[in-house]
Nanobody, 123 residues
Framework: VQLQASGGGLVQAGGSLRLSCADS????????VGWFRQGPEKEREFVAG????????TYSDSVKGRFTISRDRVKNTVYLQMTNLKPDDTAVYYC?????????????????WGQGTLVTVSS
């Protein structure tokens, strides 16, 4: 699996960004996919995940209602639409492929990681 994440950048609080993660080797088709993030001096944490069919989505409480995850199974790409961004959302965001058809919130259940993309939200 080769996961290429993109879309990070600098945005003001209240702004929006859309992250993308392309799976160039098409091996995540039957797995859950999602996003984790790691802020400055923080542990990596789950952000959002979606199952292999692209139906059921889960979110951390801190982003629920502001972020939306989706996947395009034809393009083998997963997206994270982020709105109403806050300075606390500043982090490196990693796309991830789960070991199972459904996404896990536990980083130990991740089979593959993307390289990360930096999101910086200024106040």
């Amino acid at each position: 699996v080769q996961l290429q994440a993109s879309g990070g950048g600098l945005v003001q609080a209240g702004g929006s960004l859309r992250l993308s993660c392309a799976d160039s080797r098409r091996t995540s088709s039957n797995n859950g996919v999602g996003w984790f993030r790691q802020g400055p001096e923080k542990e990596r944490e789950f952000v959002a995940g979606i199952n292999w069919r692209g139906g059921e989505a889960t979110y951390s409480d801190s982003v629920k209602g502001r972020f939306t995850i989706s996947r395009d199974r034809v393009k083998n790409t997963v997206y994270l639409q982020m709105t109403n961004l806050k300075p606390d959302d500043t982090a490196v965001y990693y796309c991830a492929v789960a070991r199972r058809p459904y996404m896990s919130t536990d980083a130990r259940e991740i089979a593959y990681w993307g390289q990360g993309t930096l999101v910086t939200v200024s106040s």
